[in-house]
């Protein structure tokens, strides 16, 4: 599945109202381990069904990651019926990162 990209515009529609889990990946351009990030969560994309994957530019929709309270980047925050279920802070092996999304589905 392709990694859908947030805006002010559909990210209520795509995250909070979603009817399976979202794992929002909040970036920034500027931002090394975000670019390191970046192919791991693609690829994972990819690997996993029953999750959307969506990426949110902190530079193009402050408001949203000030809503959330992301205070560094990147955040990967999981959301399941449009309610944060759990965060995690930092540019993490895809393994982790895979290991630890399967134990929320």
């Known amino acids: 599945m392709a ?12 995250v909070l109202n979603s009817k399976e889990p979202v794992i ?5 351009s500027w ?3 975000c670019r390191v990030m970046a192919p791991r969560f693609e690829e994972l994309s990819n690997e996993m069904k029953g999750i959307k ?7 193009e929709a402050p408001e949203i990651a000030s809503q ?4 560094s980047i990147p955040t990967l925050v999981l959301f399941k019926g449009g309610k944060e279920e759990d965060r995690m ?4 092996p895809k ?6 999304l399967e134990k929320h589905l």
């Open 89 to 92: 802070i930092g540019a993490l």
């Open 95 to 100: 393994e982790y990162l895979k290991a630890w």
């Open 24 to 28: 929002v990946d909040y970036w920034a």
């Open 53 to 59: 994957f969506a990426k949110l530019s902190t530079e």
């Open 68 to 71: 959330h309270e992301i205070m």
């Open 3 to 14: 990694v859908i990209h947030l805006n002010d515009g559909n990210f209520e529609k795509e």
């Open 31 to 33: 931002c090394g381990p």
